[in-house]
């Protein structure tokens, strides 16, 4: 049985698992990064435009950045921050497409400030195993509050 990992939000079952891969279903992947898939409810909000952000669901992380699915489109370029408990990652929209009745969102993350939550810290180790080269991945005692 998979851990329960305790958010502000809501309790999520199994918050890192690779993307599955089966004969009988074969995912055709266009990127060479190995994605994990990752239920974390995150605000993206546009850096610049506050009243431009949506709450969603962070789908998956990869070594070239972070999938959320939103209720609004952003524009490529824009730069944003997504806020995960408490801790927010800053970085550039590379796409945004509709998926059903919401965007899937990719984010190239540029830079992060972690909280001291518990969840905080699995984003933190994630972070740094799918992206150890980004600034800020050290606990940081200040954040927005």
């Keep these: 049985m998979r ?4 958010t502000g939000f809501a309790s999520v079952r199994s918050p890192v698992m690779p993307v599955p891969r089966s004969a009988d279903h074969p995912v055709m992947e266009r990127r060479a990064d190995h994605r994990y898939e ?10 610049g435009d506050c009243s431009h952000s949506g709450v969603g669901l962070v789908a998956d992380i990869s070594n070239s ?32 497409k509709p998926d059903g009745s919401s965007y899937r969102t990719g984010i190239e993350a540029i830079r992060v400030l972690l909280g001291g939550t518990d969840l ?20 940081s005692a200040v954040h927005r509050g």
């Excluded at 905080?120 to 992206?131: D, F, G, K, V």
């Design 3 to 6: 851990p329960y990992v305790q």
């Design 38 to 47: 990752v239920q974390f409810e995150a605000r993206v909000t546009a850096v």
């Design 65 to 96: 950045g972070i999938s959320v699915c939103l209720p609004v489109q952003l524009r490529p370029g824009d730069m944003v921050a997504v806020e995960i408990a408490d801790s927010i990652v800053y970085g550039h929209v590379i796409y945004s």
């Design 120 to 139: 905080s810290n699995l984003l933190q180790r994630i972070l740094m195993e799918r992206l150890p080269g980004i600034p800020g991945l050290e606990p």
